[in-house]
């Protein structure tokens, strides 16, 4: 708790540093952005010999400290008023269940919770590795397949003797802030505050703010990331720009597998080249660059650590992987497309869409509304770069399926995988929809 | 004449929907569907649609949300008595099935909901009422999971980390808690393969963290340069997931002489502290879990 509520105190002042105005953009923005500088720092310590101690945590805290002293004033001004006590019960409801239950959840045991609990007992990646695959070394591999960044911000918690639960709530609810703040900013106070009680509602998502995955600040990240292009492709203003690319960064260091990053890179270059204003494509450029660039540093740094370890584990030099093929990963999605062309069976068609109907089962009714809603408004739709990322991101989800029935035995069994996957497009969704019936006035025909 | 028919057959459609919802309830979702080939969201569906386009009287709106307050009442009274029993509770004792339920609340939901939407167009209001169905049945599907964990913080407020962790995993986390106690930290274990009943006991990646830092090794991956003068044992399971082959028995499927063995009975009991020599044939069907030292094999 004293870590999540550090994490809203330190990005509140940050975001104020970075002349963020509204009080709901501040809470919300700056706790992702905390957390993934909290995080990113513990990563540079930690894979540089320095091993996380109780110091570093009161750091941490005392920094919140100091942030409370310039940011106490706008914090006991906030008033809940009408149907905010929803939200927030239900944001309440979440810190009530973290509160009391420890991470136990399939994944949270094999990957998330387990690695925290190693960090925060001293461990380095060199550690892990090490202690781990004396007797199978599939294990550090394994637990370096993810990104550490949650696992690294949880393991202050643990070193402070507290739950790392409550973070998952400070996701929630700076989540719906966010959301909240775009939507009262592109349609109006009601749909806006309907909208998120109908966001913090969901299912899925206020299960996966109970639970040690990664899956609900990634699809958070993600979608915000979108959110803030849309921003920017109606303000123009950079910042926003700035922020969508810090969002879709904090993703790629949370889950690495998922290729929707390249849909923001698209997109905003669309956005700044149609403005036809050189600044800006150049911003948008660097911003690209910085992304893969941090991309890159995570995959390159783990796969030359694994080459590393492998050798002095006295494996032979035929398992490892040199660093160069890192960028074969991405690559790797591109050939798996093409195979479709040269070996695809046609008979296994039914069975992709079995698994996509199953995969999306719980999204149908919105998708449903999200298509009437922009067929409705074909000239809105067309030119909403949230609607863009909604429909690139399925058109890629359903490739990945095709590639992943050449490419991997068990690709049925991942029905529940791809499902989370998905998380993102819900926030997506409402926010077009919430939009659209509000603003647009074109092509709104019966 | 036709106009005055319009709203009396829909009303009648509406009761035939709400009638078929208690179907469901009373027997269990998708009996509609095996008896009427068509499935249940379909009536919804065309409900939905004639719920847009027929023109309801003001007069009852009253009517309606007085309905939609009883059984939304109704489904918060039932949601907790589950959740204070045991799953399945409600179904056993009074013959109403859960899932089914949620559509009695979609049924007022789209009868009330046109009554708001009146000044928005019609594929507007299609989109909304198909939102609204889909926030409904989150909020429900919410509030079930929510109302699941809250009421058991609310009995248990003392609970242990143990008892915590028990409840989700039920006896295999006993058994976790039996091999952890009875084999040293620097010995090394043997797990079956992740396959048929065995997909937790056999998930290296799970069983490591309940008894990490011991390691954790599969029973067919054994490398001769690995065995260590350290002390190895094995898991023996009878298959703690929900499918699966269990043609074989218990794992392992060898039959040895061991020094010392301690078992979870059916009861989930551990047996006495005396060394049993472990033969597998007289154990299959009492034990369900168990730690067996392999030293001197």
Not at chain 1, 63 to 86: E, N, P, T, Y
Not at chain 2, 17 to 36: D, N, R
């Amino acid at each position: 708790m004293i870590i999540t509520l550090s994490l809203f105190a330190i990005g509140y002042v940050l975001t104020g540093l970075m002349r963020v105005r509204s009080k709901t953009e501040r809470f919300g923005l700056g706790f992702f952005l905390a957390f993934g500088l909290v995080g990113f720092s513990l990563f540079c310590l930690t894979s540089n010999g320095v091993r996380l101690d109780r110091n570093i945590a009161f750091v941490v805290v005392g920094l919140a400290c100091v942030s409370l002293l310039f940011s106490i004033k706008d914090i006991v001004s906030v008033r809940i008023k009408g149907w905010w006590w929803l939200i927030v019960m239900l944001i309440g409801l979440s810190l009530l269940i973290n509160l009391y239950w420890p991470p136990n959840t399939w994944d949270a045991l094999t990957l998330y919770d387990f690695r925290a609990k190693l960090f925060s007992s001293g461990f380095l990646y060199s550690d892990l590795y090490q202690n781990l695959s004396e007797y199978n070394a599939n294990f550090g591999y394994y637990v370096n397949g993810y990104p550490p960044l949650t696992s690294l911000v949880a393991s202050l918690s643990y070193l402070l003797n507290e739950s790392a639960m409550p973070l998952f709530t400070g996701v929630f609810a700076t989540f719906v802030f966010l959301f909240y703040h775009f939507m009262e900013k592109y349609s109006s106070k009601k749909i806006g505050i309907v909208f998120t009680l109908i966001l913090a509602s969901t299912a899925i998502i206020f299960y996966h703010s109970t639970i040690f995955y990664s899956n609900l600040f990634f699809s958070a990240s993600l979608a915000l990331s979108s959110i803030y292009l849309f921003d920017f492709s109606k303000t123009k203003n950079k910042k926003s720009l700035l922020f969508c690319y810090l969002l879709l960064i904090l993703s790629s260091w949370t889950r690495t597998t998922e290729p929707f990053y390249v849909i923001i890179f698209f997109l905003s270059l669309v956005v700044t080249i149609s403005d036809k204003k050189f600044l800006n494509i150049l911003l948008c450029i660097f911003l690209i660059v910085l992304t893969l660039y941090s991309r890159f540093t995570w995959q390159v740094y783990i796969n030359n650590f694994n080459s590393i370890n492998k050798l002095e584990a006295g494996m032979s030099p035929s398992s490892i992987i040199p660093a160069k093929e890192v960028v074969s990963v991405q690559i790797g999605y591109i050939n798996g497309l093409t195979q479709i062309f040269t070996s695809f069976d046609s008979t296994i068609i039914q069975e992709i869409i079995v698994y996509v109907e199953k995969s999306l089962d719980i999204y149908k009714y919105l998708l449903f509304s999200f298509f009437i809603v922009s067929l409705s408004r074909i000239k809105y739709s067309f030119a909403n770069v949230v609607f863009w990322f909604v429909v690139l991101s399925f058109l890629i989800m359903i490739a990945g399926v095709i590639s992943f029935s050449i490419t991997v035995p068990f690709w049925e069994e991942l029905v529940d995988s791809a499902r989370r996957m998905m998380i993102f497009t819900i926030p997506c969704m409402l926010f077009f929809i919430g939009t659209a019936i509000n603003n647009s006035k074109d092509d709104n025909r019966n | 004449m036709k106009q005055k028919l319009i709203y009396p057959t829909f009303l009648v459609y509406f009761f035939l929907c709400f009638g078929l919802a208690l179907v469901e309830i009373y027997k269990y979702p998708g009996v509609v569907l095996k008896f009427t080939r068509i499935n249940y969201s379909y009536f919804i569906f065309l409900l939905t649609l004639l719920s847009i386009l027929v023109k309801k009287p003001e007069k009852h709106k009253k009517i309606f949300k007085l309905g939609a307050t009883i059984i939304i009442l109704f489904y918060i009274g039932i949601t907790l008595v589950e959740t204070a029993t045991f799953n399945n509770f409600v179904f056993s004792r009074f013959h109403i099935n859960l899932g089914g339920a949620v559509n009695l609340v979609l049924i007022f939901f789209i009868i009330l909901a046109p009554y708001y939407l009146q000044r928005k167009k019609l594929l507007d209001k299609i989109a909304l009422i198909i939102l609204g169905i889909w926030a409904v049945s989150n909020l429900l599907g919410t509030f079930s999971f929510a109302s699941n964990k809250i009421v058991f913080q609310l009995r248990h407020p003392h609970a242990s980390y143990d008892e915590k962790m028990r409840k989700d995993w039920g006896e295999f986390y006993d058994c976790m808690k039996l091999i952890q106690s009875n084999t040293p930290e620097d010995s090394s274990i043997y797990i079956p393969p992740q396959a048929d009943v065995w997909q937790m006991e056999g998930n290296e990646y799970l069983v490591r963290f309940f008894l990490y830092p011991r390691k954790i090794i599969h029973f067919d991956k054994i490398i001769e340069s690995t065995m260590s003068a350290n002390p190895k044992f094995a898991i023996y399971s009878w298959g703690y997931w929900y499918s699966g082959d269990r043609k074989n028995g218990a794992w392992p499927f060898e039959k040895f002489p061991t020094k010392q063995a301690f078992f979870l009975d059916s009861k989930n009991n551990i047996n006495s502290d005396k060394p049993i020599i472990f033969d597998r044939e007289k154990m299959v069907n009492k034990e369900t879990c168990g730690i067996i030292n392999l030293e001197g094999l």
